[in-house]
């Protein structure tokens, strides 16, 4: 009983440590969230559903755009608020795009 | 079997003129009813920048075509054209059947719901007291 076993596996150990973190962060969330939140942020929500948007040209530079940074890198839907489907468009319509030379790969210079 | 549809992009050099372009379409078209398909439709977008160089140039005239075919060697000859002319400089082709079917499936879904759960006239006069409740109560 003392010696649990012999040969505990080596995730074991480390499974033991990660068992007690979890409720550090755990009870963390719990205790704010009791409250009212405090920071109330406005919900995104998806342009091409508000618009009912079946399919994103890829021919519409200035639709794409926004969605595009300065550089060329498409922007997470964490900061444009686009639902999953249509980000998964949009990624595909930048793609063409930019193999058209119509949004860039990387900004030269 | 089912006509596909494509989006065929290609561009020119700047210094293209107008008249050679034209020709390079009629000579796609030609190829395109050679082989079964059709081209449906041709926009010459003009000279405009591209986002990044090619063949050294930063602008490009661009052609847009969309086109039918039933046959996929349609596309394969195509390509070998527009590869072997000189002027254009960069071109795409793009199958878009498959997403339009999906569309239209999207759009027709769309309509369905919206015929079956028409908006009531007596859900609109029960919604308005709610706000007034709670309007009242702060």
Same mark, same amino acid.
């Given at each position: 009983?003392?010696?649990?076993?012999?040969v505990?596996?080596?995730?074991?150990?480390?499974?033991g440590?990660?068992?007690?973190?979890?409720?550090?962060?755990?009870?963390?969330p719990?205790?704010?969230?009791?409250?009212?939140?405090?920071?109330?942020?406005?919900?995104?929500?998806?342009?091409?559903?508000?618009?009912?948007?079946?399919?994103?040209?890829?021919?519409?530079?200035?639709?794409?755009?926004?969605?595009?940074?300065?550089?060329?890198?498409?922007?997470?839907?964490?900061?444009?608020?686009?639902?999953?489907?249509?980000?998964?468009?949009?990624?595909?319509?930048?793609?063409?795009?930019?193999?058209?030379?119509?949004?860039?790969?990387?900004?030269?210079? | 079997?089912?006509?596909?549809?494509?989006?065929?992009?290609?561009?020119?050099m700047?210094?293209?003129?107008?008249?050679?372009?034209?020709?390079?379409?009629?000579?796609?078209?030609?190829?395109?009813?050679e082989?079964?398909?059709?081209?449906?439709?041709?926009?010459?977008?003009?000279?405009?920048?591209?986002?990044y160089?090619v063949?050294?140039?930063r602008?490009?005239?661009?052609?847009?075509?969309?086109?039918?075919?039933?046959?996929?060697? =349609?596309?394969? $000859?195509?390509e +070998?054209?527009? %590869?072997?002319?000189?002027?254009?400089?960069?071109?795409?082709?793009? /199958? =878009?059947?498959? $997403?339009?079917? +999906?569309?239209? %499936?999207?759009?027709?879904?769309?309509?369905?719901?919206?015929?079956? /759960?028409?908006?009531?006239?007596?859900?609109?006069?029960?919604?308005?007291?709610?706000?007034?409740?709670?309007?009242?109560?702060?």
């Amino acid at each position: 009983m003392s010696e649990q076993q012999p040969v505990p596996r080596p995730s074991g150990p480390s499974g033991g440590s990660r068992e007690g973190r979890p409720s550090g962060p755990g009870g963390g969330p719990s205790g704010p969230r009791r409250g009212k939140r405090q920071y109330f942020r406005k919900k995104k929500v998806c342009r091409f559903c508000v618009e009912k948007v079946d399919f994103i040209d890829y021919k519409k530079v200035e639709m794409l755009q926004p969605f595009v940074q300065e550089r060329g890198k498409i922007l997470p839907r964490r900061m444009t608020g686009t639902c999953s489907k249509h980000q998964r468009w949009l990624g595909v319509a930048v793609k063409r795009a930019r193999n058209i030379a119509l949004l860039p790969f990387a900004t030269e210079l | 079997m089912a006509d596909r549809l494509y989006d065929l992009i290609f561009i020119c050099m700047p210094t293209t003129p107008e008249e050679e372009v034209t020709k390079i379409v009629s000579t796609l078209e030609q190829t395109a009813s050679e082989h079964g398909g059709k081209v449906e439709k041709v926009e010459k977008w003009g000279t405009r920048k591209m986002a990044y160089r090619v063949a050294k140039q930063r602008e490009g005239f661009y052609v847009y075509l969309a086109l039918h075919s039933t046959q996929g060697s =349609l596309i394969k $000859e195509l390509e +070998r054209r527009l %590869k072997v002319t000189d002027a254009v400089i960069k071109y795409m082709t793009v /199958r =878009l059947d498959e $997403e339009i079917k +999906r569309q239209q %499936k999207l759009v027709a879904h769309r309509e369905h719901r919206a015929r079956r /759960r028409p908006r009531k006239p007596a859900a609109a006069p029960a919604a308005p007291p709610a706000p007034e409740q709670q309007a009242a109560a702060s």
